[in-house]
């Protein structure tokens, strides 16, 4: 059954290709590699043995796009991962964003509906949560105030799926981390890294002097921010359980993919020191702007419905986050 999987070559998208493959699916790549390499893609190959299929098209763009669709006959879905995803630079640049990752969904969904093609998971973010009232969230939690025009292409793609005829699943992910036991596929990111696990694995590699943790008054244990964080093999595989529900329930629904654990930023660093023998360089900083104080997902819908859950432990997430940043060449 073909798959075609926008940004499949990305982190998280070529992570998932694998998953998709164990279980029997022939996914089809489409990626113009703006902010990953073709290393993943080799490295798709090596893990599966599988040469897969990969178009290197800017799926925002129409007439590219329908050379995809018309090429390849007998497409059951689609996988949407293709987007920006630096907050900061949504900041910056905000109109590229939109231009991006709403334009590229917009685009998505026109071909599905000119080829019949019914099925299709998007890549959304607890970012559309904002700061939410109550904890855990639950995908009945209201969408807040995005805190970036990257959290606001999220909600407006949502809102656009729930209008389109299009059957989808959103998939709201919290935080991922770590890579492939192989080391072979990873986060080929072109920008400097601005999240937690990358920095802590730059100040392990003395790249980075020290982490600045992000303040450290907030209402929380140990009062640094506390976030879910997901091996991302176990994110790839909710697309699977995703698409199995989807093509068996086609109608439309959203799933929040975390752990259901939160864990603060001092805990993060000191569960990294423990997991690979080696100390980080950190001092207390000041909070940044925008910055959630504390969100975890509840996962008794994604639970029940989907028959998923996450199963790798953080430590060995952060083992894994260390073996890619030991590897990467770049
Ligand atoms: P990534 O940048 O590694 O992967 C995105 C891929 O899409 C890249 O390979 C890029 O080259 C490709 N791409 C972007 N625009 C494209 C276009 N117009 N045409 C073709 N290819 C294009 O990012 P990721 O971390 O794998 O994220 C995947 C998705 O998940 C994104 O939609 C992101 O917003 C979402 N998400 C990511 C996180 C996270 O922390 N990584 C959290 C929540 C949601
Ligand atoms: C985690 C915590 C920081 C760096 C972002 C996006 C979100 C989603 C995931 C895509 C925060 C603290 C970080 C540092 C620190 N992406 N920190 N020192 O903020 O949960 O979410 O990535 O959808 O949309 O906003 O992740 O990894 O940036 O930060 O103390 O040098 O680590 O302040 O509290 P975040 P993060």
Same mark, same amino acid.
Do not use: F, M, R
């Given at each position: 059954m073909k798959i075609i999987v926008t940004g499949g070559a990305g982190y998280i998208g070529s992570h998932t290709v694998v998953e998709l493959i164990a279980v029997g699916f022939q996914p089809i790549i489409v990626d113009n590699l703006c902010n990953s390499d073709v290393s993943n893609i080799q490295g798709i190959k090596e893990i599966t043995g599988v040469d897969v299929q990969w178009y290197n098209v800017d799926c925002s763009i129409e007439k590219k796009l329908v050379e995809v669709f018309e090429k390849e006959e007998g497409i059951i879905g689609a996988i949407h991962f293709a987007a920006y995803k630096s907050v900061e630079e949504s900041v910056r640049e905000p109109e590229k964003y939109y231009k991006n990752n709403i334009g590229s969904l917009e685009v998505l969904l026109e071909q599905m509906k000119k080829h019949k093609v019914n099925n299709l998971i998007f890549s959304s #973010?607890?970012?559309? &949560?904002?700061?939410? *009232?109550?904890?855990?969230?639950?995908? #009945?939690s209201p969408f807040k105030k995005a805190e970036s025009p990257y959290g606001e292409t999220k909600q407006m793609c949502e809102n656009i799926l729930q209008k389109s005829d299009v059957k989808s699943i959103s998939l709201r992910y919290f935080n991922p981390i770590g890579s492939h036991f #192989?080391?072979?596929?990873?986060d080929c990111s072109a920008d400097k890294p601005c999240n937690l696990i990358p920095i802590i694995c730059e100040v392990a590699k003395g790249v980075r002097e020290k982490l600045i943790v992000?303040? *450290? *008054? &907030?209402?929380t244990i140990d009062g640094s921010c506390v976030r879910d964080y997901i091996h991302v093999v176990d994110l790839a595989k909710s697309h699977v359980s995703a698409l199995h529900y989807l093509l068996k329930n086609p109608k439309k629904d959203v799933f929040n993919i975390g752990t259901g654990k939160g864990l603060s930023v001092i805990q993060a660093i000191s569960c990294f020191e423990k997991a690979n023998d080696k100390k980080i360089n950190y001092s207390i900083g000041h909070r940044r702007d925008g910055d959630v104080e504390e969100i975890y997902s509840d996962n008794a819908k994604v639970e029940k419905l989907l028959n998923w859950k996450a199963e790798i432990s953080v430590e060995t997430a952060m083992k894994d986050a260390w073996n890619w940043e030991k590897m990467k060449v770049k």
């Open positions: #973010s607890c970012t559309v &949560y904002g700061t939410p *009232d109550i904890l855990p969230v639950t995908e #009945s #192989s080391s072979l596929i990873g992000n303040g *450290d *008054d &907030y209402n």
